[in-house]
């Protein structure tokens, strides 16, 4: 219901669609015609959002760390999104967020600005953001990072009036304009990792597993950079359905159908296929969702 076109074919919000329809006839072997009255739609502004986080760097010096992950604008229109990051078990203080100024990768104090309030600046529609999670000295842990639409977040399908860019309606797509990403954080792990997280989005806008709520799975595997073939599955869980184009890798959208891309889904199952690694740890972040009926 919510699956997402791809996002050079989609109209851009604001744009104006006018229908007027004519009739025709003849009268005393006269031609005559009328046209209606003039209908208007402004086609309105989706809101989605995709995180991938991509495993952690060291910083230039001192015990901290910088982690590394890209935000994606995947709704229609341009939108600012704010984040926030934590530590599932440490107390040992704050995880500021931080963005990639210089496009270089790598988090450099001198270049790479805090983000004012955990907001990023507005995202043309497709555009990813580099960002960093900094993080105090810890050795085993779970980060969770999360963000939302600047303009609102919700069930699928909930609206703002008016919010939209050109000022037409915005609406939530599949992803609720919310989207999450854990990742578990080791001082040195001796191999991959494979770790799943979940987010209900009820109807009403609650967190409640009700009927017709949708659940987003985020799985982040972490390769130590020596794997070959890996391949992530997962089974659509009992009384549920997949949420037809709802699978993502690395935030970027994979089609349902098994094809030239890596990955495939169906009512069964997800499969996908992660990149090849090029000899250093590096972390994929598949995501996809379910509706229950």
Do not use: C
Request: aromatic share 4%; no cysteine.
């Amino acid at each position: 219901m919510f699956a997402a076109a791809p996002l050079a074919a989609q109209t851009a919000p604001g744009t104006a669609i006018d229908n007027v329809a004519e009739a025709r006839w003849s009268m005393a072997a006269e031609p005559a015609a009328s046209r209606s009255n003039r209908n208007r739609l402004i086609v309105g502004e989706r809101l989605d959002v995709a995180l991938a986080p991509d495993g952690p760097l060291p910083a230039p010096s001192g015990p901290a760390r910088a982690v590394r992950f890209t935000l994606r604008n995947t709704g229609t229109g341009s939108e600012a999104f704010t984040l926030a990051a934590t530590l599932a078990r440490s107390a040992a203080g704050e995880v500021l967020l931080a963005a990639d100024g210089d496009g270089d990768g790598r988090y450099d104090p001198a270049r790479d600005a805090l983000l004012p309030d955990g907001q990023t600046p507005a995202l043309a529609t497709g555009t990813a953001l580099t960002l960093f999670a900094l993080l105090p000295a810890v050795d085993r842990d779970t980060l969770a990072i999360e963000a939302r639409a600047l303009t609102g977040s919700g069930a699928p399908g909930t609206v703002f009036p008016g919010a939209g860019d050109g000022g037409g309606d915005a609406v939530t797509g599949v992803t609720g304009a919310r989207a999450q990403a854990m990742l578990p954080l080791e001082s040195d792990p001796a191999g991959p990792t494979l770790v799943k997280s979940q987010a209900v989005r009820a109807l009403d806008g609650s967190e409640r597993a009700s009927a017709g709520a949708i659940v987003t799975y985020t799985l982040s595997a972490r390769l130590a950079g020596t794997e070959a073939d890996a391949i992530v599955t997962d089974p659509i869980p009992a009384g549920t359905r997949y949420l037809s184009g709802s699978l993502t890798l690395d935030g970027r959208p994979l089609s349902d159908a098994v094809d030239a891309d890596p990955g495939g889904a169906d009512d069964a199952r997800v499969t996908v296929r992660l990149p090849a690694p090029a000899g250093t740890p590096a972390t994929h972040t598949v995501q996809f969702a379910v509706q229950i009926p």
